[in-house]
């Protein structure tokens, strides 16, 4: 007998939900393979991964908006350097299958991207049409990046008009 089949001659039916039914055999030309389609690792990593059904998402063209989105998820470690995220290679490769959530509370009402939402109305001033709405009005990514700008701009006004005057003085003069 092969791994993964179960003949199902050697087994009869006795009991069924009302009660004894006599004995009842069922034959051999009914043997099934019984694996549920499930692959083996060799086989696994040779198949090709087909995505046609997965979790019913349809692929969909990428827009501009959808373009910022997904940056925006792949910078988001640079905005707040204290935070753990997972490694940003994971972005690298874009796929056409895709979504972005819309979070349900408690009461079962819709809030996030749709129009009818409740907290859509409530939270419009603290919080963005989309993560990267959210990103910018952020008061802690708003500092973060404001602190960052000073620094790079202290590093490059550091000593530039003493580099500007040995510059006029290095000029040939006629």
């Known amino acids: ?44 990593r040779s198949s090709d ?12 063209e990428m827009t501009e908006q959808d373009r910022y989105e ?16 997972k490694n940003e290679q994971l972005f690298k ?3 056409s299958k895709f979504n972005f959530g819309i979070v349900v509370d408690q009461n079962r009402a819709k809030t996030g991207l749709s ?21 910018i009005k952020d008061s802690e990514t708003q500092k973060w990046a404001n602190k960052k700008y000073l620094e790079i701009q202290k590093s490059k006004m550091k000593g530039a008009k003493k580099w500007y005057r040995m510059q006029v003085l290095r000029r040939k003069r006629f």
């Open 49 to 60: 991964k087909n995505t046609s059904g997965w979790f019913g998402f349809s692929e969909r």
């Open 115 to 135: 129009d009818d939402s409740s907290t859509r109305r409530s939270n419009r001033n603290k919080s963005g049409m989309s993560l990267l709405h959210e990103l």
């Open 1 to 44: 007998m092969k791994k993964g089949n179960i003949e199902l001659k050697r087994h009869e039916i006795i009991y069924n939900e009302r009660g004894v039914v006599p004995g009842y055999s069922v034959g051999s030309d009914l043997a099934c393979d019984f694996t549920n389609g499930i692959q083996s690792g060799k086989n696994m």
């Open 93 to 95: 490769n874009h796929h």
């Open 70 to 85: 997904l940056l925006a998820l792949q910078l988001r470690n640079s905005t707040a350097p204290g935070k753990f995220y």
